[in-house]
């Protein structure tokens, strides 16, 4: 569960738009009731703290939520910020202006691919049980999370979804960096960004409060969530 705990905002971060995660669901959960009773629904959470989220939107849809096990890629000396994503499945998305920006050297991207496979590895046998055992065809995919930088899991997983046949995706942002709404309107068929943010920070940023999300947690909240009766 996400703590109670307050974080400190300094002078040089912008003004927090939201009090936790929660209050960030719900206010996405509110303009995505229209969905409400279609079974079709699925949401997928890009992070544990995406879990938290969009349990707000799956609550309020009565639809089921899975995780979309992928790795970032981080750029040397700043890993909140991300060169790629690999997916569970071995998909590989490399944002080539954030490769060309940085001056990554190919041995780091490919040293660091070979890292991040191990990792999704390991989270794929803690997620078994919530994992995305689901039919994506025609599916209306709900693509959730806290917020996003680089874009790069984001992109990664509606590339994936595509490819497996998801008849409708969906992206609902609490935060995002203005710059990339172009590329999320081009891989989705429907976006809901409430803030779109011109000069962006991290996302952390933009909550009051933003603890870390263990993976067991997540867990445990992807594990209730689908033993509920869902939408009739």
Partial sequence: MEKRAKRK???????????????????LAERLLHYGGDQSVLLVALSPGGV???REIALSLCAPMVLFRSRK???????KLSFGAMTEAGGICLLSDMISRYEIPDRYIQETITSKKEEILQRRRRFRKTSLGFDLGGRRV??????IASGAVLFSALQWLR???AGHRIVALPVSPQAKLPRIK???EESLVLHPVPSFH?????????DPVSDEAARAILLTLNKRPLAA
Avoid: H, K
């Fill in 9 to 27: 905002n300094t002078a040089n971060q912008p003004c927090s738009i939201f009090e936790d995660r929660r209050e960030a669901g719900r206010a």
């Fill in 73 to 79: 890629l981080p750029i040397p000396g700043n890993p």
């Fill in 163 to 165: 490819a497996e046949g």
């Fill in 202 to 210: 991290s996302v952390e940023c933009y909550y009051r409060r933003f």
């Fill in 142 to 147: 709900i693509v959730v999370d806290e917020g």
């Fill in 52 to 54: 938290i989220v969009g």
């Fill in 186 to 188: 081009a891989l989705s």
